[in-house]
T-cell receptor
Framework: KNEVEQSPQNLTAQEGEFITINCSYS?????LHWLQQHPGGGIVSLFM???GKKKHGRLIATINIQEKHSSLHITASHPRDSAVYIC?????????????FGKGTKLTVNP | DAGVIQSPRHEVTEMGQEVTLRCKPI?????LFWYRQTMMRGLELLIY????????DSGMPEDRFSAKMPNASFSTLKIQPSEPRDSAVYFC????FGQGFTEAFFGQGTRLTVV
């Protein structure tokens, strides 16, 4: 079983829809990252969080440490949001810097 | 700042050849990571450095892979000899270590094709 599981794997939405991508993990973590990989391949860090909730524009990320679960929400989705969204966790053990990645969720937003 | 700079962006090479990928981290960042991304395995950490010192190379696939960081502004990932299964996108990332939680910034990646 992967340490980081994302769902869904693929998601197609119509412009304007509210989108949720989920991430569950099985290890103790010090931080969780949400990354966005553009169709061209570049990776951008969207959020890094260790508790609670963060908001940036139309993007909201939440984390529940007890349930080992995080969600990424996109409000009023737009075709330019089409990308792969990757959840990554930083293991708490031994001060590790390792990031363990989910397989990603491919989002397509149609006009 | 120009961000993390990787070169080349694309590399096509023949099996058996030596390949060198380069990375310039963000100025002031003291932690550097090399990742590999494939369709089958997703993103995987290969090795990371703190203050130019390799800390964890357990993700390096085998002895054909080596990484160096001769100074704070430059790192290389070398594959010798290359094999078709090394074909992947290789990402470099950097962050500021030792200042609590800080985000990592990724380069644009090098797409390697070994034929």
């Amino acid at each position: 079983k992967n340490e980081v599981e994302q769902s869904p794997q693929n998601l197609t939405a119509q412009e304007g829809e509210f989108i949720t991508i989920n991430c569950s993990y099985s290890v103790g973590i010090s931080a969780l990252h949400w990354l966005q990989q553009h169709p061209g391949g570049g990776i951008v860090s969207l959020f890094m969080l260790s508790s609670g909730k963060k908001k940036h524009g139309r993007l909201i990320a939440t984390i529940n440490i007890q349930e080992k679960h995080s969600s990424l929400h996109i409000t009023a989705s737009h075709p330019r949001d089409s990308a792969v969204y990757i959840c990554a966790v930083r293991s708490r053990e031994g001060g590790s810097e390792k990031l363990v990645f989910g397989k990603g969720t491919k989002l397509t937003v149609n006009p | 700042d120009a961000g993390v700079i990787q070169s080349p962006r694309h590399e096509v090479t023949e099996m058996g050849q030596e390949v060198t990928l380069r990375c310039k981290p963000i100025s002031g960042h003291n932690s550097l990571f090399w990742y590999r991304q494939t369709m089958m395995r997703g993103l995987e950490l290969l090795i990371y450095f703190n203050n130019n010192v390799p800390i964890d190379d357990s993700g390096m696939p085998e002895d054909r892979f080596s990484a160096k960081m001769p100074n704070a502004s430059f790192s290389t990932l070398k594959i010798q000899p290359s094999e078709p299964r090394d074909s992947a996108v290789y990402f470099c990332a950097s962050r500021l270590f030792g200042q609590g939680f800080t985000e990592a910034f990724f380069g644009q990646g090098t797409r390697l094709t070994v034929v």
